[in-house]
């Protein structure tokens, strides 16, 4: 896979949460022998043994019970250490949720129905907002005492953790949130790392445009994942097989920054290298790696 990937013309990757240990060996070796280079990991990865599918929130770094947060804590320095051992500048979080109904999907088909301008679409959103912050203290704790433990380690082995933008507002970190964890442990360690097809979903639900999240974090941002996007929610798409005006991202790209195509498998490469040249000549200008 990472030959065709490298076929492709990306000279850099990101190991997903599906990545399997089984699977290490070998990654090593191409980046060994120069096949590839590996820019960052995106938490639980390698993919916790028993597991057969991605899951990146199967142990939550916000769990109020204190085995399944240890679990997270386990699983995210054992990748920090492959992402050590792989030479990758940068590991992307979830950070998890709060515990409370979910908002999310009703308010999204509430888009796909064209609803929005309906007084009741911003009654919903504003009671989710509501129930959201009168319960995630004890949750937001949690996140701190998992970080605590995490933030440590990141620095000894000079790994930066991107926050990756939520796709619900149940989801943990909001953009708040994102600037307060920041201000705590350190922009040399912690980042924003923006999600096209998540931060989408948050601008149609009217919290934030990504201009918003971008402004918010210029200078902080340690990368993107970038796909194309058809509404209200159907994402990791190659681009030109969505909606999303790639430019809106250009004034906020920079030297650095790890632009990494997060795709869903089952697209050809045709499909996927149609509009990559002109994206990439779009966003980086040539000042910055697109992997």
Same mark, same amino acid.
């Given at each position: 896979?990472?030959r065709e990937?490298? !076929?492709? $013309?990306?000279e850099y %990757?990101?190991?997903? #949460? @599906?990545?399997?240990?089984s699977?290490?060996d070998?990654?090593?070796? *191409?980046? !060994?022998? $120069?096949?590839?280079r %590996?820019?960052?990991? #995106? @938490?639980f990865?390698?993919l916790?043994?028993?597991?057969v599918?991605p *899951?990146?929130d ?10 399944e947060?240890?679990?997270?804590v386990r699983h995210?320095?054992r990748t ?11 590991v ?9 109904r979910?908002y999310?999907?009703?308010?999204l ?6 609803r ?6 911003a ?6 907002l509501a129930?959201r912050?009168r319960k995630?203290e004890?949750?937001l704790?949690?996140v701190y005492?998992t970080?605590d433990?995490?933030v440590?380690?990141?620095k ?7 926050l990756?933008?939520r796709?619900a ?9 994102v600037?307060?964890l ?13 999600d096209?097809g998540?931060a ?6 009217g919290?934030?445009?990504h201009e918003?999240w971008l402004?918010?974090?210029r ?9 194309d996007v ?7 798409r190659?681009?030109?097989?969505g909606?999303f005006d790639?430019g ?9 920054q ?5 795709i869903h498998p ?6 996927i290298?149609?509009g ?8 980086v200008a040539?000042r910055?790696?697109?992997?």
């Amino acid at each position: 896979m990472l030959r065709e990937i490298r !076929a492709l $013309g990306f000279e850099y %990757v990101e190991l997903g #949460h @599906n990545t399997r240990l089984s699977l290490f060996d070998g990654i090593r070796q *191409a980046v !060994a022998d $120069g096949e590839v280079r %590996v820019c960052s990991l #995106h @938490n639980f990865c390698p993919l916790p043994v028993g597991l057969v599918g991605p *899951a990146p929130d199967y142990y939550l770094p916000s769990a109020t019970d204190e085995r399944e947060r240890a679990s997270a804590v386990r699983h995210t320095l054992r990748t920090l250490e492959c992402a050590a051992m792989l030479g990758a500048a940068f590991v992307v979080l979830h950070l998890g949720r709060v515990r409370m109904r979910s908002y999310t999907m009703r308010l999204l088909r509430m888009v796909e129905e064209e609803r929005t301008d309906q007084p009741r679409f911003a009654r919903l959103r504003e009671k989710a907002l509501a129930v959201r912050a009168r319960k995630r203290e004890k949750f937001l704790q949690q996140v701190y005492r998992t970080l605590d433990e995490v933030v440590p380690r990141a620095k000894e082995l000079g790994i930066r953790l991107g926050l990756e933008t939520r796709f619900a507002l149940e989801e943990i970190p909001n953009r708040e949130e994102v600037a307060g964890l920041i201000a705590r442990y350190g922009s040399e360690v912690i980042q924003y790392w923006h999600d096209v097809g998540h931060a989408q979903v948050q601008e149609q639900l009217g919290l934030a445009r990504h201009e918003e999240w971008l402004e918010t974090f210029r200078g902080n941002t340690a990368g993107m994942h970038l796909q194309d996007v058809a509404p209200p929610a159907d994402d990791h798409r190659p681009p030109g097989q969505g909606e999303f005006d790639f430019g809106r991202l250009a004034p906020f790209v920079c030297a650095g920054q790890a632009l990494v195509w997060e795709i869903h498998p089952g697209w050809s490469a045709e499909q996927i290298q149609a509009g990559m040249t002109r994206v990439k000549e779009q966003l980086v200008a040539g000042r910055c790696p697109a992997v």
